[in-house]
């Protein structure tokens, strides 16, 4: 196998893993789990950017368009909603449907074309809340750092991180099998800041929203 077909792999097994605790421990998040993106769309966003976007991340949205329904990522009126699921992962993000990437892309995160590194490409894919100001972006310029993710914010540079997309699965399944709460997580995994958000609170504590 190649590297990303081990890494799609890994994605793969571990989002399992999330899924069937979900079903157990929290079935309304799992119940709005929503369908799969399509390869056509996932063609159209990397031909709309001009990137390729790493194997384990195109897995993932082979399986589910996000980790909650589209309306939870609707702004304004999302963040409203009473019990929004899709930002059950660390630090209370929520990876967005391929529809908001674009959109996103636009934000703080191109904010790394810069007069000294244009050639930098970060696609962001989780955030904190649905505007999209603040979140995790997987980096997709060819070389080290493709494939790795890192965080974003809003009148802050890009902080490239070491962990891929996979290995981040991995560890918050590990965290949901095993019982332990987000604080636990290694360090590097956690890919962005935590704020003061009703959602975010309750899901601190390791176990997302029934």
């Given at each position: ?41 996932l ?9 390729t ?22 702004w ?24 908001n ?22 696609l ?16 997709c ?18 902080n490239?991180g ?5 290995a ?14 987000w ?6 995994f956690?890919?962005?800041r ?17």
């Amino acid at each position: 196998m190649t590297g990303d077909q081990v890494r799609a792999e890994q994605a793969l097994v571990a989002w399992t893993r999330i899924e069937t605790w979900l079903k157990e421990h929290a079935p309304r998040t799992f119940q709005r789990l929503p369908a799969p993106a399509t390869e056509g769309e996932l063609r159209s966003l990397e031909q709309g950017l001009d990137w390729t976007v790493p194997a384990d991340v195109r897995a993932f949205y082979l399986v589910r368009n996000g980790t909650g329904p589209a309306s939870d990522f609707d702004w304004p009126t999302s963040r409203y909603a009473p019990e929004p699921t899709g930002y059950f992962l660390p630090g209370g993000e929520g990876v967005g449907p391929l529809e908001n990437l674009g959109a996103w892309f636009e934000g703080p995160v191109a904010a790394a074309s810069l007069d000294d590194e244009p050639g930098q490409r970060y696609l962001p894919i989780t955030t904190i809340d649905p505007d999209g100001f603040s979140g995790g972006f997987v980096g997709c310029t060819p070389g080290q750092g493709y494939g790795l993710l890192g965080d974003y914010a809003e009148a802050e540079l890009p902080n490239p991180g070491e962990a891929t997309f996979a290995a981040y699965l991995t560890e918050v399944a590990n965290a949901l099998c095993e019982g332990r709460g987000w604080e636990s997580t290694p360090p590097g995994f956690s890919l962005v800041r935590r704020v003061s958000r009703p959602h975010v609170c309750r899901i601190r504590s390791g176990r997302p929203p029934g």
